[in-house]
């Protein structure tokens, strides 16, 4: 696939993801995508991923926190695009403000590693627990 197409792929499967489209999102895995967040252990398998995402999800709301994110760049080759977010995430009267890295790694038109890198892991744990 080309850059373009990469980049389109990912963000589609950004989107859904923020907004807990997982219908929309699990067709854009590869059976054996992998999945490491900034504060839980690696995680393998799509149904296993998505079930992560879901409990974060979960988690989230149980906790009240609230989300805001701005895509500030993408970067792609054939295999693999690299996302800097900004972050705004809430909680009671806490905010941090900060940013993401996400490597998706790609395999046959799917999402087949995703890693994502927290500035900030400590304090968004925290507002997580």
Same mark, same amino acid.
């Given at each position: 696939?080309?850059?373009?197409?990469? =980049?389109?792929?990912?963000?589609?499967?950004?989107?859904?993801?923020?907004?807990?489209?997982?219908?929309?999102?699990?067709?854009?895995?590869?059976?054996?995508?992998?999945?490491?967040?900034?504060?839980?252990?690696?995680?393998?398998?799509?149904?296993?991923? =998505?079930?992560?995402?879901?409990?974060?999800?979960?988690?989230?709301?149980?906790?009240?926190?609230?989300?805001?994110?701005?895509? #500030?760049?993408?970067?792609?080759?054939?295999?693999?695009?690299?996302?800097?977010?900004?972050?705004?995430?809430?909680?009671?009267?806490?905010?941090?403000?900060?940013? #993401?890295?996400? =490597?998706?790694?790609?395999?046959?038109?799917?999402?087949?590693?995703?890693?994502?890198?927290?500035?900030?892991?400590?304090?968004?744990?925290?507002?997580?627990?």
């Amino acid at each position: 696939m080309h850059e373009e197409e990469n =980049i389109a792929l990912v963000r589609r499967g950004m989107e859904a993801g923020m907004k807990g489209d997982y219908d929309t999102l699990r067709p854009l895995l590869s059976e054996d995508v992998s999945y490491l967040g900034p504060f839980q252990p690696e995680v393998h398998g799509a149904d296993k991923v =998505i079930a992560t995402m879901k409990k974060l999800d979960e988690r989230a709301a149980e906790l009240g926190l609230s989300w805001e994110q701005e895509y #500030e760049g993408f970067w792609a080759d054939e295999s693999r695009v690299v996302l800097l977010q900004h972050l705004k995430v809430s909680r009671d009267s806490q905010t941090l403000d900060t940013h #993401e890295v996400e =490597i998706v790694e790609l395999k046959n038109g799917k999402a087949s590693r995703i890693t994502e890198y927290a500035s900030e892991p400590e304090k968004l744990a925290e507002l997580m627990s």
